[in-house]
């Protein structure tokens, strides 16, 4: 690329969701899918990496939120696509992501991973909602913990009974709708 040539746009697709939604599995599809760079940031890998003295109070969730968007952000206004998989079941934090992103103008695609919960019990990838039936685990979202679904999200996401590739190829959609513009 030449001193002179614009660099390419990246945005951030941020999904949200109960756990075992489905969140992971689509960020990764639709890496996969970009023909541009694209990153997968993990919210399981990043709070490991980022935020391992956090816990999973209102205020706790609300900074790992915080610290996920700005490494998104940075990806996005430097041309790589940032695919963000992370709970994140806090109204208010989500905004605030969008909000910076909008004051630099790199777009932002909201999707609501909104496999319902009954769904995502049977699931359960990860065990958490038996370890919670257990007792073993507390502030689980969706179960004792709330979960506020995006009000005005760019794409609503059931992926009950759909193909890993048909979902993968609706946020593809949302993400270069939302470009485009
Ligand atoms: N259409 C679909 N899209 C995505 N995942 C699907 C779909 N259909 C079935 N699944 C399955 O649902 C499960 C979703 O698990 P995944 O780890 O992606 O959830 P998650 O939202 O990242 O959960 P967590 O918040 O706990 O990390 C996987 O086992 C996946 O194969
Ligand atoms: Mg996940």
């Known amino acids: ?23 992971t599995t689509l960020a990764h599809a639709v890496t996969g899918r970009l023909p541009g760079p694209a990153e997968v940031l993990d919210g399981d ?3 490991a990496v980022l935020s391992p003295e956090l816990g999973h109070s209102r205020a706790d969730r609300a900074l790992n939120v915080s610290r996920i968007g700005y490494l998104a952000r940075l990806l996005a206004r430097n041309g790589i696509t940032a695919v963000v998989a992370v709970v994140s079941p806090f109204a208010d934090a989500r905004l605030k992501v969008r909000a910076e992103h909008a004051a630099e103008g790199v777009p932002f695609v909201e999707v609501h991973v909104a496999t319902p919960l009954r769904i995502c019990r049977e699931r359960d990838v990860k065990g958490l909602y038996e370890r919670w039936r257990t007792g073993e ?45």
């Not at 690329?1 to 969140?23: D, H, I, N, R």
């Not at 685990?137 to 969706?142: D, I, S």
């Not at 679904?149 to 593809?172: I, Q």
Request: charged share 25%; net charge negative; with cysteine.
């Open 1 to 23: 690329m030449s001193a002179t040539e614009a660099p390419s746009a990246g945005a951030t697709v941020w999904l949200t969701g109960l756990p075992s939604a489905g969140k």
């Open 45 to 47: 890998e990043l709070r």
């Open 137 to 181: 685990v507390r502030e689980l979202t969706g179960v004792d913990s709330p979960y506020e679904p995006p009000e005005d999200p760019e794409l609503w996401l059931d992926t009950t009974g759909r193909s890993l590739s048909s979902c993968a190829g609706e946020v593809c959609a949302a993400l270069a709708d939302r470009v485009r513009r």
